[in-house]
């Protein structure tokens, strides 16, 4: 099968993640980029990578690139492209655009003037034209503009891929799936031991963890691909590449377990882990975090407190004191990790951080800290690094 080139987009912070997933897959030539890791691959690579990453929020394949400053560059550079290799004359599309121009400034202006160029072409060819549809087209078209220089690339993915499809309902401010992953795998943990989430909200995080113990596909349930509607879809090599990653599950060796102060929370985590498949893998009570035990062993544990950064540091403040005094008391042999964007806050919990790496938690910049609970830590006082 024909090399295809493609890249795959994902969040600040895990694009070196990435890189190493689709080294798993068998991708080749890859190499990393901001928020996004460009790589080659055959067609079943295409279709492993959108069932398969965890870390990836959509696989482009580029198939034009072109200077532009004016509406009228940007409709010749679209017209260069032989549309109807792509999408045919009955079919429907789709357009979305990013941009850093200082020759365009509006994003749907440009979506529009692309959208043009192709329906005009299909009309100058074949007397009709393809209709747009922004809900489930045949093909999702991406258009980056950088300056003077467009990009245009297939979406093979449709719907972007942390929609796994199990969280139909979510408490406030929950984690992004792909984030959720991304964080997980940043720890380490082999999906093996102790797991555990004491503030878990919708059970993202859980349920992410879940799928890691079982090497289950984390998008093994979607309805529906991008590349499923186009003109060069292969069922018979979807379908067993597909068998392939189902070969690949192995039963959890892991212990996973979660907690939240509302019984709200707990209910919906258990809903979506069904919808997941993975409620079996996964012990969740309802609990304060003052309430929270470990269980023997050592293990990962990952907080999502709340960030509180409209609060008082003194209010928030002492509750992340309480975090770390918890940790000290409760979780020694384990590898504590918290995310927030309340930096000062961060602060509070009395320890210093083994590691802090820099992610984004939608537009917030976050600190994922992680902070090592070793024996004899309450005994002895660990100066907090004032740096960050």
Request: net charge negative; charged share 25%.
């Amino acid at each position: 099968m024909e090399l295809i080139n493609m890249v795959a987009k994902t969040q600040f912070g895990l694009e070196e993640l990435l890189a190493e997933e689709l080294k798993q897959l068998g991708a080749e030539n890859i190499e990393t980029h901001n928020r996004a890791v460009s790589f080659s691959g055959n067609l079943a690579l295409m279709y492993r990578a959108n069932l398969s990453l965890r870390t990836a929020l959509k696989v482009l394949v580029p198939i034009h690139k072109f200077n532009a400053i004016n509406e009228a560059g940007l409709y010749k550079g679209i017209q260069e492209i032989e549309w109807d290799k792509y999408l045919s004359k009955e079919g429907t599309l789709s357009i979305s655009t990013s941009l850093r121009s200082d020759f365009f400034n509006h994003s749907h202006y440009i979506s529009l003037k692309c959208k043009d160029g192709i329906v005009d072409q299909f009309r100058d060819k074949f007397g009709v034209r393809p209709s747009v549809e922004l809900d489930n087209p045949d093909l999702n078209i991406d258009i980056h503009v950088a300056n003077d220089e467009v990009s245009v690339a297939l979406n093979s993915s449709g719907a972007s891929l942390h929609r796994r499809g199990y969280r139909t309902d979510s408490t406030l401010a929950p984690i992004n799936e792909v984030l959720a992953a991304g964080m997980i795998m940043l720890t380490g943990w082999n999906g093996e031991g102790n797991y555990y989430d004491p503030m878990c909200g919708s059970g993202t995080l859980l349920i992410e963890a879940a799928m890691i113990a079982r090497n289950m596909p984390p998008n093994l349930n979607r309805e529906q691909f991008g590349f499923e509607r186009w003109k060069n879809f292969d069922h018979g090599i979807f379908e067993s590449v597909k068998a392939a990653a189902i070969a690949d599950m192995r039963p959890s060796k892991a212990k996973i377990m979660g907690s939240d102060k509302t019984f709200k929370a707990i209910e919906i985590t258990r809903e979506n882990a069904t919808r997941a498949m993975v409620e079996e893998d996964i012990l969740v009570s309802n609990k304060r975090f003052e309430e929270v035990k470990a269980p023997e062993g050592g293990g990962i544990m990952i907080i999502n407190p709340p960030y509180g950064e409209r609060l008082p540091l003194e209010e928030i403040g002492a509750f992340y004191k309480m975090m770390g005094d918890i940790m000290k008391k409760e979780f020694e042999g384990f590898d504590v990790w918290i995310i927030s964007s309340n930096i000062p806050a961060l602060k509070k919990v009395g320890l210093a951080p083994s590691k802090r790496i820099p992610l984004f938690n939608g537009a917030l910049e976050c600190r994922f800290n992680k902070f090592e609970i070793y024996k004899g830590t309450r005994d002895k006082r660990k100066l907090v690094a004032t740096e960050d």
